[in-house]
């Protein structure tokens, strides 16, 4: 691993304690709500019940062990040993264990972490791709994960809304993936409320939303629906409005694109 993945691995770990006692993931009350996939991914991806499914980049694991209670076979990649740690925990406290493997890799490596075996579903949520420098060598990783006709599924940040200030008002960043010059930052807080982080020093990337169509174009696979939302997980900029646990653009605003959902899937020759 490069100093720069390094670096952004040892403030994973700080971010993990901080996570697990946070009212953002609010940890407790996740267990006691048996919480189930979001709807709108459950419609797109369909039922899960009886299939294989890894998450790249799979944090704590919630997302991971949701697919496990919706009958999915588990398996969560994360390079952070503390995260891996956190997501084993509360596999046992869910009583998901046997449906859930939680598998400590660099995403680069997790196929042959995975000791080549393939899924039916590719599972990728918010706050992933941002994290790696080169889309194209990840996307090449994804789609070695994919058994014949499987599923790929990503939920992510949107690249135009990466290129905002922290006030989301002015371009300020790049929107192309340029992986010599990434977006540098020394914040000693995380997108959480709770405590303050040792290691401050991240490196982040941008992919254009056509670099990632392209980038599994060229893996051959097949490009079945691609949404861009006004609508995001996470209060990423002052002026968004929280309705049920969603940000959205208020009336008035222009509606930029702030996450965007792509689904595809592998040929069913391959
Ligand atoms: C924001 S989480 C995404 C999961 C989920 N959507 C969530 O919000 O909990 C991002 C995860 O990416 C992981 N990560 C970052 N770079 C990685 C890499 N190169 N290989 C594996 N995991 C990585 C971090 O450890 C972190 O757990």
């Not at 009886?50 to 009958?71: M, N």
């Not at 040993?81 to 406290?93: C, F, N, Q």
């Not at 905002?164 to 192309?176: I, K």
Request: net charge negative; hydrophobic share 40%; proline share 5%.
């Amino acid at each position: 691993m490069d100093d720069q993945l390094a670096a952004n691995q040892s403030n994973w770990q700080d971010r993990v304690p901080i996570h697990m006692t946070s009212r953002f993931y609010d940890v407790e009350r996740w267990l006691s709500s048996e919480r189930m996939p979001r709807e709108r991914e459950r419609a797109m991806i369909g039922d899960p019940a009886g299939k294989s499914l890894v998450q790249l980049q799979c944090h704590i694991g919630l997302e991971t062990l949701e697919w496990a209670r919706a009958g999915a076979q588990v398996t969560g990649v994360d390079f952070s040993p503390a995260a891996i740690d956190a997501a084993r925990t509360l596999a046992a406290r869910t009583g998901l264990s046997s449906r859930a493997t939680f598998v400590c890799s660099d995403v680069y490596d997790a196929d042959v972490a995975l000791g080549d075996v393939t899924f039916d579903i590719v599972y990728v949520s918010i706050g992933s791709l941002g994290w790696l420098p080169d889309i194209a060598r990840w996307a090449k990783v994804a789609a070695n994960l994919l058994s014949a006709g499987g599923t790929l599924f990503i939920h992510d940040v949107h690249p135009f809304s990466s290129c905002l200030d922290d006030e989301g008002e002015r371009v300020v960043y790049g929107y192309f993936e340029d992986p010599e010059h990434p977006f540098v930052s020394d914040e000693d807080s995380t997108y959480t409320d709770g405590g303050r982080l040792t290691h401050v020093r991240t490196y982040e990337w941008n992919h254009a939303l056509g670099e990632i169509i392209q980038a599994l174009l060229d893996e051959g696979l097949i490009i079945d629906a691609l949404h861009e939302h006004d609508w995001t997980y996470f209060h990423q900029f002052p002026w968004l409005a929280e309705t049920k646990g969603v940000w959205r653009t208020p009336d008035g605003r222009p509606r930029l694109p702030l996450s965007f959902t792509v689904l595809a899937h592998a040929p069913r020759v391959r």
